[in-house]
């Protein structure tokens, strides 16, 4: 390396050397500058990128003037030609500079691994407390995550070298320094015990094992891999303390070399993200994850290791120098932090894991811990004791006393060192750590009296019982309460109105239950303070953002892909891409993010059903069949069993007394949830679709009322809109239809609902329907008037193309009307539902031909379950079913084709059977033209089958849809 006159730190805590000034102090603004601009690449960086990441927010003109001051400052230390200002862009001469970062990556990037881990000084940037824009912060985030997975890396190739060469106690240390580095590794840890085996300690390897498992269960609920419970196993079961060459081989984690970087024949995995293997597997087919799950909990069930004591956690706070003088004051305490820390009984939380913990309290990281402050810190770190200490002088010594502290109540354990004498020609020497050994021989005798708790979510907030009320929200969402979870956020949000990550926690949450409206809200309170966010949650905010609020699809999709992992929740994003994925029609990849689901949870039931529907859609009617079976078996009594049970009977063509036995039957169970209120509508529906109109009004207006009482009041008016919508399609009387919805409306007033999540799109369409083009109008532009567009959801789209085709076809406008059906259709989720609505144009233009085909394909097709959607976009699309039965038998009949006619009869007869009174006569009419076709169908007349045909792309393509006979389109009507 050329020795250059400028030396840029960054790995770590920032430091400029210059050979002439020696250390040069710059302000933390201009170090994060300096160091982006040496990272940035040779090129030039625009100014107003730089402005953006340092100075967001800030009016144009003053955040112009204080980059230019910036610059100033940081040229007067450098030199003018070591930053180059050229107009808008600015650049650092790289030769003029030599930077850490470069070197450790060259370092990397030629397999030098020891010169790399020697050359890595720390997290980059590391104690940087500004807080800049989002976009630094991504950066930051970024690059520090690939630092130090770089440097994990190097440091992994450095141990196994070392191992290699039979350098044991050098492997020793850099397998210890790694598990420092990232204690949640199992692939570090399981390196460190096999060390320590084969270097005779079986029992601190044991220990060390016992200690990882442990940590890995209280911080981050899981177990450790299931290769290493093999490799615990092995070293138990061996007949010797020491581990033989012979076995160094076979160990099922033996870790081999790596001839170049990314090849590796390391037992647990190719060399790359830790746990990749683990995510492969995940990410692969749901019979491959299932597999993978099962493997995991046969070998968790052995655990790791049960016996012996956990290792006791503490936190060590700051020595209270009540002598003024620092220097000692710092000297003994590191001492007593060298000494705990080697100690595999003494789980110390370590500086950096405090530093960060206070940031989360939104405290100073370098602003010292005081035992009051420790205290709160062990309760967030789940630790079972402070260790307090305080420094007094004594003549020309000091005198430390120590003690051991309960960090929930605050009593004094034990005086664990009582009184210890350091004298001040040997602070940190001899006379310290002599003191570090008594105080660490006392902790140990009293550990059973500690009682260490549940380390808490490691999110910011400064509330205590904010965190508390978060951690046992999450609990809660874990077992599926989504409703409790809610609640118990809803707390801690107002504890602390800036605690985002109970506001994002919310919107998730809000949105599973379907609630969007409080989910937008939410998840908008989240992305404003989207700066308090560790990465992965700032990720997951954007991609929620786009989902609910901005409606970028595609954004969204990729979001959620970015940061899909083994958690907890993994089985949840899987869902919600998937989600996206079937709104886009992507079935065939929806189906793939399901199968990930239910292998990362096994028990997700949604999972498991949205699967068997994405199958159903995607036309491999087998697996769906396969996967409703699976659910039988899994989910065995289960009532939500009952309308997935019911609607697939329907769907395969099979009498739909299934279907309307389960909902009646979940209907009446669960009261006041909005499972409830959901079978309630899918009954209704069902009910009106089968023409009896009163038991199909009492349903959805008992839906309505519970929906109400849950405070989703803008649904239950929307319901309204959809009795409303299904009475008038099933029974063509306008005036009952309009008295309908205004008793409902009356009783349920708009204005009650939040402006965001007023139905006017609904009521909208309604009125057209009714004739009442006036007020549909003015519904649309109240819509778009009250509404902001910034809150316009993804599934709001296609109602607003929907409805304006609606209102131009009642105003008579049927080719735009037709423009607006294509556009809804293309961003519909169900191809069938716009369907009837393209054969009502077809027919209000006299093309009966045109609508006898899309009546075909409507009533082809069949839909997979009722309550998929809660409010379908046209207000409930069963209801045209009987309609359409009904003109294409009109239609077969005036085309001659006898027997497709008798076919649809039969269907509207079976359809129809219970019909209230007022339907009957159309049962009659249908009756009568069965009986007309029985007299003249001729002798052996073979039935007659519908074939398939493409409609013109330039019409509108539906799909497939199915010929009428031979002469398909060839009749008139009257």
């Not at 470069?102 to 050359?119: H, K, P, Q």
């Not at 970024?142 to 997975?149: D, I, S, T």
């Not at 809000?510 to 908008?524: D, F, S, V």
């Not at 085709?805 to 294509?822: D, M, N, P």
Request: aromatic share 6%; charged share 25%.
């Amino acid at each position: 390396m050329v020795n250059r006159p400028l030396q840029l730190d960054a790995l770590g805590t920032a430091t400029l050397t210059c050979p002439e000034l020696g250390h040069v102090k710059l302000p933390q603004q201009r170090m994060a500058l300096l160091t982006y601009l040496a990272l940035a690449g040779p090129d030039p960086v625009p100014r107003e990128r730089l402005i953006g990441f340092f100075w967001p927010g800030v009016d144009p003109e003053r955040a112009r003037h204080s980059l230019s001051n910036a610059l100033y400052g940081i040229r007067r230390c450098v030199g003018q030609d070591t930053v180059q200002v050229a107009g808008q862009s600015v650049w650092l001469d790289r030769s003029r500079v030599d930077v850490d970062v470069l070197r450790f990556e060259e370092a990397f990037d030629t397999e030098a691994w020891d010169r790399a881990v020697e050359t890595y000084g720390g997290p980059l940037l590391d104690g940087l407390s500004a807080r800049y824009s989002a976009d630094f912060e991504h950066w930051l985030g970024g690059r520090r995550f690939e630092l130090g997975h770089a440097y994990g890396e190097a440091a992994r190739e450095a141990a196994v070298a070392a191992e290699k060469a039979g350098d044991l106690g050098s492997a020793v240390r850099k397998w210890r320094r790694l598990t420092m580095h990232d204690p949640h590794n199992s692939r570090y840890a399981a390196g460190l015990i096999r060390v320590l085996w084969r270097t005779g300690d079986a029992e601190e390897a044991l220990l060390y094992a016992r200690k990882h498992e442990r940590r890995l269960a209280r911080e981050l609920g899981i177990r450790p891999h299931p290769m290493m419970a093999a490799l615990v196993r092995q070293i138990r079961s061996s007949e010797h303390a020491h581990r033989p060459s012979d076995v160094a081989a076979r160990s099922p984690v033996a870790t081999g070399g790596t001839g170049s970087r990314g090849r590796t024949t390391e037992g647990t995995g190719p060399s790359g993200t830790p746990g990749r293997d683990l995510r492969s597997l995940v990410r692969g087919h749901a019979v491959w994850a299932i597999a993978a799950a099962a493997v995991l909990a046969v070998s968790l069930s052995q655990g790791v290791g049960s016996a012996g004591t956990e290792p006791v956690r503490i936190v060590l706070a700051d020595l209270d120098a009540a002598a003024g003088d620092a220097a000692v004051a710092r000297s003994v305490t590191q001492s007593l932090r060298e000494a705990l820390r080697v100690d595999e009984r003494i789980d110390l939380v370590p500086p950096d894991r405090v530093r960060a913990a206070l940031r989360r309290m939104r405290l100073d990281p370098d602003g010292g811990l005081p035992s009051g402050v420790a205290r709160e810190l062990a309760v967030r770190e789940g630790a079972g004791a402070v260790l307090t200490a305080e420094l007094r002088a004594t003549g020309g010594d000091y005198l430390v006393l120590t003690r051991i502290v309960d960090p929930g109540s605050g009593n004094v354990i034990s005086d664990a060192a009582r009184r210890h004498v350091v004298r001040a020609s040997t602070a940190g020497g001899r006379d310290s750590e002599r003191m570090a050994e008594s105080v660490r021989s006392a902790i140990v005798a009293v550990a059973d009296k500690l009682q260490p708790t549940e380390s808490l979510p490691r999110v910011t907030t400064s509330s205590l019982v904010a965190l508390r009320l978060y951690a046992r929200a999450n609990r809660a969402a874990r077992s599926g309460s989504n409703a409790d979870a809610a609640d118990l956020l809803e707390q801690a949000v107002r504890l602390d109105s800036v605690f985002a990550s109970a506001h994002l926690g919310l919107g998730i949450l809000r949105r599973r239950m379907n609630q969007r409206t409080l989910a937008r809200e939410a998840i908008a309170v989240a992305h404003r303070l989207i700066d308090d966010l560790p990465p992965r949650e700032r990720a997951r905010v954007s991609a929620e953002y786009r989902l609910l609020v901005d409606g970028e699809l595609t954004g969204a999709i990729e979001a959620f892909e970015s940061f899909v992992d083994n958690r907890w929740d993994n089985a949840f994003i899987h869902h919600t891409i998937a989600d996206a994925r079937s709104w886009l029609g992507q079935w065939d990849l929806a189906a793939g993010h399901l199968e990930s689901a239910i292998g990362a949870d096994s028990t997700f039931f949604e999972g498991w059903a949205d699967l068997a529907q994405a199958r159903w859609e995607t036309g491999d009617s087998v697996a769906a069949r396969a996967i409703i079976r699976t659910m039988r078996g899994r989910f065995s009594g289960d009532q939500r069993m009952l309308p997935i049970e019911g609607a697939f009977a329907h769907t395969e063509g099979r009498s739909s007394d299934a279907l309307e036995a389960a909902l009646e039957q979940l209907a009446g169970a669960q009261h006041g949830t909005s499972t409830q209120a959901d079978a309630l509508f899918a009954a209704g529906v069902h009910a009106l679709a089968t023409g009896r109109i009163e038991s199909g009004l009492q349903y959805l207006e008992s839906a309505c009322d519970v929906t109400w009482t849950l405070g989703r009041r803008g649904a239950s008016i929307a319901l309204a809109t959809v009795a409303a919508f299904g009475l008038l399609r099933t029974t063509g009387d306008a005036d009952r239809s309009r008295q309908w919805l205004e008793s409902l409306t009356a009783k349920y007033p708009l204005d009650s609902v939040p402006e965001l999540d007023r139905p006017y799109l609904n009521l909208a369409v309604l009125h057209a329907a009714l004739g009442r083009t006036e007020r549909a109008r003015s519904l649309f532009a109240e819509h778009h008037r009250r509404i902001d567009p910034e809150f316009l959801q993804f599934e709001q789209a296609p109602i607003e193309e929907y409805t304006s085709a609606v209102l131009h076809v009642a105003e008579g406008g049927y080719e735009t009307g037709i423009q607006h059906l294509r556009k809804a259709h293309a961003r519909q989720r169900c191809k069938r539902c716009m369907l009837p609505m393209f054969a009502e144009v077809a027919r209000l233009q006299g093309r009966f031909d045109r609508e006898a085909e899309l009546l075909e394909a409507y009533l082809a097709t069949p839909h997979w379950s009722m309550l998929t959607e809660s409010l379908p976009a046209q207000g409930g699309e069963p209801f045209w079913v009987a309609t359409a039965l009904e003109r294409l038998a009109e239609a077969y009949a005036g085309a001659g084709l006898i027997s497709s006619g008798a076919a649809c009869d039969r269907r509207l007869v079976e359809l129809w059977k219970d019909a209230d009174p007022e339907l009957q006569h159309r049962v009659r009419a249908a009756h009568e033209r069965l009986r007309a076709a029985a007299r003249e169908a001729l002798p052996g007349a073979v039935p007659q089958r519908c074939g398939s045909v493409a409609l013109p792309p330039a019409e509108f393509d539906p799909g497939p849809v199915a010929r009428v006979g031979a002469g398909a389109g060839r009749y008139a009507r009257h």
